[in-house]
């Protein structure tokens, strides 16, 4: 009987260990999808919805109005390429950050652990280079010049911010991690053939 009552408890105990550790995974992802809804409508809802937004209504304003591409016209369907790489490349990183990066792509909620895999291991800002790309979808589909020269103020502010800001945040975050990885994968340019760390 003793037996058979300490095997009990030995299996109770394993179930309850087991439901504890499920709910305490459950939080933990659902803090993680929490922080990068915050993360994207406050990102890339800003820069390429609401910033787009402000410019296209003033613009419109001062006489520079704006035509929208349809599907008879060639334009629509160039817009289509652009805008869907773009979209791919946000939803796979935010997916490698979640997943392996334990965080998101705000600089207040960083990773954290360095990623990289998929995209990272050719260039080392493919969320951005999405971003980049749907901004030059909506250039096109929306025909206005406005946005394009919000895509240029873009691309130049980030490349400031990561050139002097950011890549220090991480060599102090990562060490000798990320300094490997940022003289092997170019920041903007795509290099070929992925970097395989464990190789070099």
Do not use: C
């Amino acid at each position: 009987m003793d037996r058979r009552k300490l095997r009990y408890t030995s299996m109770r105990s394993r179930r309850q260990n087991k439901i504890a550790f499920r709910k305490k995974s459950l939080q933990k992802n659902s803090k993680i999808h929490l922080r990068l809804i915050i993360a994207m409508i406050v990102l890339p809802g800003a820069a390429l919805v609401f910033v787009p937004a402000i410019i296209l209504t003033l613009a419109n304003n001062l006489g520079a109005s704006f035509q929208l591409a349809f599907p008879d016209q060639i334009l629509f369907w160039l817009a289509l390429l652009p805008a869907g790489v773009g979209l791919g490349l946000a939803f796979w990183t935010v997916a490698l950050f979640k997943k392996f990066g334990r965080g998101t792509p705000a600089p207040w909620d960083p990773p954290e652990r360095l990623v990289i895999r998929g995209p990272y291991r050719h260039v080392r800002n493919p969320m951005i280079t999405g971003a980049l790309l749907i901004l030059f979808a909506e250039a096109i589909f929306f025909q206005s010049w406005p946005i394009a020269v919000w895509m240029v103020f873009f691309f130049i502010g980030n490349t400031i911010y990561f050139r002097f800001i950011e890549e220090n945040g991480l060599e102090e975050r990562f060490g000798d991690d990320y300094r490997q990885y940022k003289a092997q994968v170019p920041r903007w340019i795509p290099r070929i053939k992925p970097w395989n760390p464990q190789k070099d």
